[in-house]
């Protein structure tokens, strides 16, 4: 078995097509039966790591400045480490997650272990 990062993306900015407040209590539901389904089956190699604001970008010519930037649409909102024996089955775990109900997307590579 191995281990895949997937890395949850969507739009933060747009303020038009942010859900509402209820919405977002729904959303939060979803994501919890995911964990829990995730969970249940094994799949869940460590848990949800969520963006706390904060960060630092490094560039070519070695500045380090405060990121990730804010003139980027799409965000990184968070990411998990699951288990799977190779990337069709890591598609097909990421085809559920609750992001895409709020048209973001999945990244997904696969952990080295050193």
């Not at 995911?34 to 089956?41: H, M, R």
């Amino acid at each position: 078995m191995n281990e895949f990062l997937l890395i949850f993306r969507r739009d933060f900015t747009t303020k038009e097509i942010q859900p509402s407040p209820e919405e977002m209590q729904q959303h939060f539901q979803q994501w919890q039966n995911w964990f829990g389904s995730l969970a249940a089956q094994d799949k869940l190699a460590r848990p949800l790591q969520r963006w706390d604001g904060q960060g630092k970008i490094v560039t070519n010519n070695k500045n380090v400045t405060n990121g990730p930037y804010v003139e980027i649409k799409e965000s990184i909102g968070g990411m998990i480490i699951v288990k799977a024996k190779d990337y069709d089955e890591a598609a097909e775990i990421a085809q559920n997650c609750p992001i895409l109900n709020l048209g973001g997307n999945v990244e997904i590579r696969m952990a080295v272990n050193s």
